[in-house]
């Protein structure tokens, strides 16, 4: 690509719940973390992309109402978990277009408690049960057992890698350990998942100014790619009432990631650490697969050797995921972009990376949409 | 489980399922003119290949069970009862169909098994009428 997009700098509002806190409050605060830091006042950047699903209307508008900079193009973007990412890819692409040459992109939610109301469940969808959320990923992770060599126990041991690395993120909404004895035991939301493997609504806001870079220095958005999920696909984020009987769908994440590899011109192999969604542990699993960490069919045997604990050969999560921060929808993706522009800098303290240079966040959830961003750092 | 409901029973959405009096419901999905997949349920424009000629298709009530767990809490909008099976029923027509199972215990389910569509109440009414949707049954292996 021509035009190089460098990260400015990076701002968040911690991820957990606050009661008396408003969504408008956090992503002022996510917004003014990044805008100092990037050192970009009112009238410093040309345009606005906030990413958030439970907000209303106008949200982020909203919040630059609140800092006094209003009048520039200020653009809400919903596209279920991957809104963050979404509205990333947005702002890369007018940068490299030639039509901005700074953005802020930020994302942020209030989440209620409980299985997540979502109105892309139709009336009648509800009235029968089938808007469950969990169950949709508990077939998923039946399908992961099935075909992967993955058992509960495997599931287990996603939950107790990213809540071990929560311990070391001030930011997240759970800081304790857990056994993968404690996992098992938790309450049975949806057979096989368990309580504890399934991550929490949550609150929290983040903030990434993007500029127009003359050279390569700094952190560079290397690819930012958004995809849906093909006509006919059954299973997965997408939860039509039916598809086809077709086993070679390539999945939204697989689609985004193989667009994102190209566009930044790295394979798996190239990358150091990884952020990924594990809205529940098999998700996490299965995205070994799907973003080619592993082959598919090998998520349990990954997940065996330690590759992606903090001493493996890559690291994923380190920021305790979702698993450990709670999801608020529009914030996920950007919270990931936040934690890996920290561990290309060298500067996320105990959960770093060593000589981590290039970097893959990972968001995928309801539309189905997926998102794949990869940063380089340059030291 | 509700086989053949009485008139004062009313379907969850119309255009779902056939009410057949024998009670031996259907479902109505769409066949496609163009690509000659099925789909569910039943819309104007095929989901798969964007073709616009689709006919209406009852689905075969027998298919085989692809997938399954069991939904403990109550979802958001539901008023009947937990727990309840929950799960993917693969039809010959090759289309697999997220459904309610009447089985709610996963460990007496196993992939493959034949399933039954029947039609199960959900709750009822303001009016009094016992609101059915579709689900599917365990079937006796026809061999």
């Given amino acids: 690509m021509s035009t190089a997009v460098e990260v400015a700098g990076v701002g968040l509002h911690p991820f957990g719940r606050f009661e008396g806190t408003t969504v408008t409050d ?25 990413g958030t699903v439970y907000s209303g209307v106008a949200a982020g508008h909203k919040v630059l109402g609140a800092l006094g900079m209003t009048g520039i193009p200020i653009v809400d973007v919903e596209a279920g978990c991957a809104s963050g990412g979404a509205a990333l890819m947005l702002g890369a692409g007018a940068i490299r277009s030639g039509q901005y040459d700074t953005v802020l992109v930020f994302g942020m939610e209030k989440m209620p408690k409980g299985i997540i109301r979502s109105s892309f469940f139709e009336p009648w969808r509800e009235e029968a049960g089938l808007a469950v ?40 909404l759970f800081r304790s350990e857990v056994t993968a004895a404690d996992v098992l035991a938790s309450r049975v939301v949806c057979e096989p998942l368990r309580l ?41 984020e ?11 769908f390539p999945s939204p994440t697989a689609l985004a990631a193989q667009a994102a590899y190209a566009e930044a011109g790295v394979g798996p192999d190239d990358l150091d650490v990884v952020e990924c969604q594990d809205t529940d542990a098999a998700r996490e699993l ?29 690291p994923v999560n380190p920021s305790g995921g979702l698993l450990s921060k709670g999801e608020p929808l529009g914030a996920s993706a950007l919270g990931q972009v936040v934690e890996l522009v920290h561990q290309l800098r060298g500067g996320a303290g105990p959960r770093q990376v060593d000589g981590a240079r290039v970097a893959l966040a990972h968001t995928v959830g309801r539309g189905a949409n997926a998102c794949v961003v990869i940063l380089r750092g340059h030291p | 489980m509700s086989d053949g409901h009485s008139s004062s029973a009313v379907p969850v959405r119309e255009g779902l399922f056939t ?8 479902l109505i999905g769409g066949l496609c003119v163009a690509c000659r997949h099925h789909h569910f349920p039943l819309l104007t424009t095929c989901p798969y290949c964007s073709a616009e000629g689709v006919t209406e298709a009852r689905l075969s009530a027998v298919g085989s069970l692809w997938g399954w767990t069991t939904v403990t809490t109550v979802p958001p909008g539901y008023r009947g009862e937990v727990p309840f099976g929950f ?17 709610p215990a996963p460990d007496r389910l196993e992939r493959g098994q034949p399933m039954r569509l029947v039609l199960t109440p959900l709750h009822v009414d303001q009016e009094g009428r016992s609101v059915v949707t579709y689900a599917f049954a365990p079937a006796v292996d026809p061999r």
């Fill in chain 1, 26 to 50: 956090m992503g002022v605060a996510a917004v003014r973390a990044a805008l100092r830091e990037a050192n970009v006042g009112r009238g410093d950047f040309q345009a606005a992309f906030c």
């Fill in chain 1, 133 to 172: 959320t969990p169950a949709y990923f508990a077939l998923r992770a039946q399908r992961l057992m099935r075909e992967s060599g993955v058992t509960v126990d495997h599931l287990a041991q996603v939950v107790v890698k990213n809540r071990r690395n929560g311990v070391n993120n001030p930011a997240a």
């Fill in chain 1, 196 to 236: 504890w493997m399934l991550c929490s609504p949550g609150e929290g806001a983040a903030a990434v100014v993007l500029r127009r870079a003359s050279g390569r220095s700094g952190v560079t958005v290397e690819a930012a790619a958004l995809r849906s999920h093909l006509p006919g696909n059954v299973l997965g």
């Fill in chain 1, 238 to 248: 997408a939860t039509p009432m039916a598809g086809l009987v077709d086993d070679t």
């Fill in chain 1, 286 to 314: 299965l995205s070994y697969e799907e973003l080619g960490l592993c082959a598919k069919g090998d998520a349990a045997h990954f997940l065996g050797a330690g590759n992606p604990k903090m001493s493996g050969r890559l």
């Fill in chain 2, 19 to 26: 009410s057949a009096e024998d009670g031996s419901p259907r």
């Fill in chain 2, 87 to 103: 799960g993917v029923v693969e039809l010959p027509e090759g289309l697999r169909v997220i459904t309610r199972l009447t089985e």
